[in-house]
Nanobody, 117 residues
Framework: QLVESGGGSVQAGESLTLSCVASGYTLPMNMGWFRRLPGQEREGVAAIAKDGKTDYADSVKGRATISRDGAKNIIALQINGLKLDDTAIYYC???????????????WGQGTQVTVS
C-alpha cells in the first residue's frame, strides 16, 4: 500500500514537499513520483532506485529533489519554484524493477492534488 501526503494549494514560486509511505514490502523498492496534468497522460517526475540513484524529468530538473529515508520505502519529493504547469495529481509508485521514469510500475498510490495559482 502506498499513501501520499503533502498536496494542496500553493502560490507560484513557492515550494512544496510531497511524502509517500509504502507499507507491506519486506525489501527496499524502486520508487518514483508521477503526475497527471489535466487532460494529459500520466508522466514521470522523479525516481529513486534502491541504491539511491535518482532520475528527473526535464520539466522539473533543477527544481525538484527526490529523497528516501535510508533503506525504508519512504520517499519525499520537494519542488521549488512551483509553476502553474505543475498543477496536477501526483502519484507515488513502487516496483521491484528499476523502471526509472517509465510508467510500468506495479504499485501505485491514490494520488494527491497539487494546485499552483
Amino acid at each position: 500500500q502506498l499513501v501520499e501526503s503533502g498536496g494542496g494549494s500553493v502560490q507560484a514560486g513557492e515550494s512544496l514537499t510531497l511524502s509517500c509511505v509504502a507499507s507491506g514490502y519486506t525489501l527496499p523498492m524502486n520508487m518514483g513520483w508521477f503526475r497527471r496534468l489535466p487532460g494529459q497522460e500520466r508522466e514521470g517526475v522523479a525516481a529513486i532506485a534502491k541504491d539511491g540513484k535518482t532520475d528527473y524529468a526535464d520539466s522539473v530538473k533543477g527544481r525538484a529533489t527526490i529523497s528516501r529515508d535510508g533503506a525504508k520505502n519512504i520517499i519525499a519529493l520537494q519542488i521549488n519554484g512551483l509553476k502553474l504547469d505543475d498543477t496536477a495529481i501526483y502519484y507515488c509508485a513502487a516496483d521491484d524493477a528499476n523502471l526509472q521514469l517509465a510508467r510500468w510500475y506495479s504499485h501505485w498510490g491514490q494520488g494527491t492534488q497539487v494546485t499552483v495559482s
